[in-house]
């Protein structure tokens, strides 16, 4: 008698499902032809999505004036300096409902320096007694992806807002930001080489009594090729 495993039989029955589903979708991927992948985007534009998996810590605090000051309660009303890194990873996403399944490469690396308000540091305490939304921008940005590197554009700053008031993602704690931003290849070199476009993130921070912290950013890059 033959014994049939039916666990294994489901398995592979749903892993020609989603590699059906896959193949679809990516069959064509300028969507040039194929009738199932849809694009209402413009043909100028380039969309790239990634997960960056940082980690962060206080390098200090600045004035508006852009002076260093060693005092959080500076009257000149201090920020906080916080320095991030980690890398950037390309992501997968189920074609079927458009949610991200996670990550699959490392496409690069973000170095950049967020700017935090002082209220920042009520996150290790009560989060009741916080604003509904804490605002936040980047002083440094650097991303390398797929061997291109963007910049923030001068006078388009990342203007981001933390939300304290939708309480913690997760029992550890972590807190939801957003945050979104002009942005330019400046190296000429990889795949977006000399594109522009806007980069807008959506991720998690999680931050010790230390101010240590460990973050995960969902990030869209939208690019196209300046006119001249």
Not at 132 to 147: C, H, K, R, V, Y
Not at 161 to 189: H, I, K, Q
Not at 202 to 226: E, M, R, W, Y
């Amino acid at each position: 008698m033959r014994i049939i495993n039916t666990r294994s039989c489901v398995g592979i029955l749903a892993l020609a499902v989603a590699t059906s589903l896959f193949s679809t979708a990516y069959a064509d991927p300028g969507g040039k032809g194929d009738p199932g992948v849809f694009n209402p985007n413009l043909d100028a534009l380039t969309i790239t999505n990634s997960i960056s998996d940082v980690t962060g810590y206080v390098g200090g605090f600045i004035c508006p004036d852009g002076t260093p000051t060693s005092d959080p309660m500076d009257p000149c009303g201090a920020a906080i300096l916080y320095p991030i890194t980690g890398p950037v990873y390309a992501t997968m996403v189920n074609p079927s409902t458009g949610e991200t399944m996670g990550a699959v490469q490392e496409r690069g690396a973000v170095d950049a320096t967020a700017v935090f308000d002082v209220s920042f540091f009520g996150l290790t305490g009560d989060w009741g007694i916080l604003p509904a939304t804490l605002p936040w921008t980047m002083q440094d940005f650097s991303m390398e992806i797929g061997g291109s590197t963007f910049a923030m554009i001068e006078d388009m700053p990342l203007t981001g807002r933390a939300f304290p008031g939708l309480g913690p993602v997760d029992p550890l704690g972590s807190l939801r930001m957003a945050g979104c931003a002009g942005v330019a290849e400046t190296s000429g070199m990889g795949r977006y080489g000399g594109k522009v476009g806007s980069l807008c993130l959506n991720g998690t921070f999680t931050f010790d009594q230390a101010f240590n912290g460990k973050g995960v950013s969902n990030c869209t890059i939208v690019l196209h090729d300046p006119l001249q």
